[in-house]
């Protein structure tokens, strides 16, 4: 953002989006979870609050105003026996940022510009950023065949028969595979995002590289998109 501004392109507005997967769970994702997980599940919450918090208290003193929002990954999920009991919407990846946005409204003056946008009764969240509609899910819910981002295409393309809202977006931001991939698809754009967490062994072990980790970040200014860059 600062640099942006140097370069006269002033950023009125910082979008901040958690895609899920946010902490590990404890059981019921992948073989030898409960082995391999150094935090149990209120210490993985708690770290991964803190963390958020202090992330946005820093990124609030930029000049801009700050837009938070955040999607349900399925590692956030309550399971038993490898399948969810309770309900969508029960998530670690959603609770983490209510927890940020109770804890940043206590001191209006010093965050009173931050907005949080959290989806109740919806996997995904659909934003107007500056002109440009961009949609966001963890993936966790793509089926088909093929590559993450066939399925992906797939996926969007029902939700656009469908008239979701999510299907209007001119660009949509998934997780869950781990890899950075983007497909323009005529005046549409698919964006994957990398992990940020090293990459995953078991993926590794069926056949997938290991992870470049880093943040996807783009500017959305006149109705479309452009500067990604990882960082």
């Keep these: 953002v600062r640099q942006l501004a140097r370069q006269g392109r002033p950023v009125s507005d910082i979008y901040v989006i958690g895609l899920g997967d946010l902490i590990e769970g404890c059981d019921g994702h992948y073989a030898m979870q409960q082995a391999s997980v150094t935090l149990d599940r209120r210490q993985q919450v708690k770290l991964v609050r803190r963390m958020l918090v202090e992330m946005l208290a820093d990124w609030a003193h930029l000049p801009a105003r700050m837009v ?20 969508w919407e029960d998530n670690a990846d959603l609770e983490v940022f209510e927890q940020a946005a ?4 206590v ?6 510009h931050v907005r949080f946008a959290i989806p109740d009764g919806d996997l995904t969240l659909t934003l107007d950023v ?25 996926w969007w393309q029902s939700k656009m028969g469908a008239r979701h809202p999510i299907g209007d977006a ?6 869950h595979f781990h890899h950075l991939q983007l497909l323009q698809d005529g005046p549409r754009t698919i964006m994957g995002a990398p992990s940020n967490d090293g990459g995953s062994r078991w993926y590794e072990e069926q056949g997938g590289n290991k992870t470049a980790c880093g ?15 990882i960082l």
């Design 170 to 175: 001119e660009v949509l931001c998934y997780g």
């Design 107 to 112: 001191n209006p003056d010093a965050y009173g």
């Design 102 to 105: 109770e804890i940043l409204a």
């Design 68 to 87: 938070v929002g955040c999607v349900p990954g399925n590692h956030g999920e309550n399971r038993k026996n490898g399948k969810a009991y309770t309900s």
């Design 130 to 154: 500056v002109g440009t509609v961009v949609g966001f899910a963890h993936g966790h819910q793509f089926n088909g065949t093929g590559i993450p981002l066939a399925k992906a295409r797939s």
């Design 215 to 229: 943040t996807l970040t783009f500017i959305c200014e006149g109705g479309g998109w452009g500067d990604l860059a």
